[in-house]
C-alpha cells in the first residue's frame, strides 16, 4: 500500500497490484505458450494448456486484482474505501468520528505469514473490523497503511 497524499485535511492510501497483474498474466502466458507449441503433435494435452493459461491469466485477475483506494477526508468528515475491479466497482463511506484506528490482521499458512490492514469503526450501522483489502499479502505494506492511518488520526485528535 501507498500514501499518495499526507496533508492536514485528507490521507489517500492506495493498493494498486500492478506487479501481481503482471505475474499472473505472464503465468498463465506460459501456460498458453506451453499449449500452443504442443498442439500440433498432442491436440487435447495442448488445448488443456491453452484453457488452463487464458484461465488462470483472465480468472486469477478478475478475482484477485484490485485497485483500492482509502481517503480521510476531514473537511467532508468521511472515511471512504473505494474497490475497482474486473468484476465491478464499490465503495464504503462513514463518518470520520466513527473511525477508531487501523490495524494488520495477520494470516498464518505453516511458515509464512501474511498481512493486511483493516479499519475499526467503533459506532453507526457498520461497527466492527473492515479489511481494507480482501487479499493479504506479504511485505510491509499493510504496516504502512495501518502507521499512516493511525498518525493521521492522533495529529487530529490531539488538535481538537
Partial sequence: MKIVRESADQLIIENNPIWLAAFVTLFGLVFLGIGLSVFGTEPGTGLAFIAGGLGIAIGFNMIFVRRTQLILDKPRDL???????????????WELRYLDR???????????????????????????????????????????????????????????
Fill in 79 to 93: 472515511v471512504e474505501l473505494r474497490r475497482r475491479g474486473w468484476l465491478g466497482y464499490s465503495s464504503l463511506t
Fill in 102 to 160: 487501523a490495524i494488520v490482521e495477520t494470516s498464518r499458512s505453516g511458515d509464512t505469514d501474511t498481512h493486511r490492514a483493516a479499519l475499526v469503526i467503533s459506532g453507526g450501522m457498520d461497527a466492527g473490523t473492515h479489511p481494507i483489502t480482501w487479499v493479504y499479502s506479504s511485505g510491509r505494506g499493510a504496516s504502512r497503511a495501518m502507521n499512516a492511518v493511525n498518525g493521521w488520526l492522533d495529529s487530529h485528535r490531539s488538535n481538537a
